[in-house]
């Protein structure tokens, strides 16, 4: 069986399966993070947005919202949600460690592990390339990480299954403490629009772990100030317990 590009299919099902997840709770920590720094961006670019669960509502909340995302059926579902409630957003797809738009930005985000995708310290340090040379002088940059803690007591050799009217799913998790990678492989059984059949289809998603002082190494090699390392949702600095951490860094202005 050949295996569909990552999200290309979890794409139909995502928001549903998400659903518990609390974006409202994200978005108004990003908007704390901005009067925390006392800073007013106006234009924001929503890195790996995904289907818009946090670029549509800070669209909504007066922002100028950029997503880009390398799924394109994420960013399907992404600009289906900004036309149900009238927000023009300008949606993009493109690899976040490779891409050009035509525009800079107050601030980005790239939130919910996206960056953990940099399968690599080379990848990451494309990534936090592309975002310097996109954001204005001293622009923030503002993004998490999932922890090893995070995949080890909750991920690894785990199996979660859903099964919905549309939709079933498996999904598998394997981590290697070895090279600190960690392989999901999702099975989804998708609904065909005739209603009668179900097709399968298999992904692997493929993230790696990064320690917060190699992140911070590289982000000053980049030209960034790290402002801090939260634990997630929170003003504190991060901990050995802590699930996601938050990341806050400015770009240094020459
Ligand atoms: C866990 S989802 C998070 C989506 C969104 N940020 C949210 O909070 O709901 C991860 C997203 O990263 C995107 N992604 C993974 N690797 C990427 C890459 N190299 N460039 C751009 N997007 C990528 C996926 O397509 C997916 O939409």
């Not at 399907?76 to 149900?84: D, L, N, V």
């Not at 300008?90 to 490779?98: C, E, L, N, P, S």
């Not at 690599?120 to 040379?133: I, K, M, P, Y």
Request: proline fraction near 2%; charge should be negative.
């Amino acid at each position: 069986m050949d295996f569909a590009s990552p999200y290309s299919r979890f794409a139909a099902a995502y928001d549903k399966i998400m659903e518990n997840v609390d974006y409202h709770r994200w978005t108004n920590y990003m908007e704390d993070l901005f009067d925390f720094y006392d800073y007013k961006p106006r234009k924001i670019l929503d890195l790996a947005c995904g289907t818009g669960s946090i670029t549509v509502p800070l669209a909504q909340r007066g922002y100028e919202m950029w997503g880009l995302d390398r799924a394109v059926e994420m960013m399907e579902q992404a600009k289906k949600k900004a036309e149900r409630i009238g927000e023009h957003i300008h949606f993009a797809q493109g690899d976040m460690r490779d891409f050009v738009l035509p525009a800079t930005f107050d601030a980005i985000l790239c939130l919910y592990d996206s960056i953990n995708y940099a399968v690599g310290l080379t990848e990451l340090e494309q990534v936090f390339e592309r975002v310097f040379d996109a954001l204005v002088p001293e622009g923030l940059f503002i993004f998490d990480i999932t922890t090893e803690r995070n995949i080890v007591q909750n991920f690894h050799f785990q199996t979660f299954a859903e099964n919905e009217e549309s939709f079933s799913y498996i999904w598998k998790n394997i981590y290697s403490h070895r090279d600190k990678i960690c392989r999901t492989f999702l099975t989804f059984f998708l609904r065909e629009p005739d209603g009668n059949f179900y097709r399968k289809y298999e992904e692997i998603h493929i993230q790696k772990i990064f320690e917060v002082d190699e992140v911070k190494k590289l982000l000053h090699k980049k030209g960034f100030k790290m402002l801090a390392a939260y634990d997630a949702f929170t003003f504190n600095r991060w901990h050995r317990h802590s699930d996601r951490i938050n990341f806050v860094a400015r770009k240094h202005s020459s």
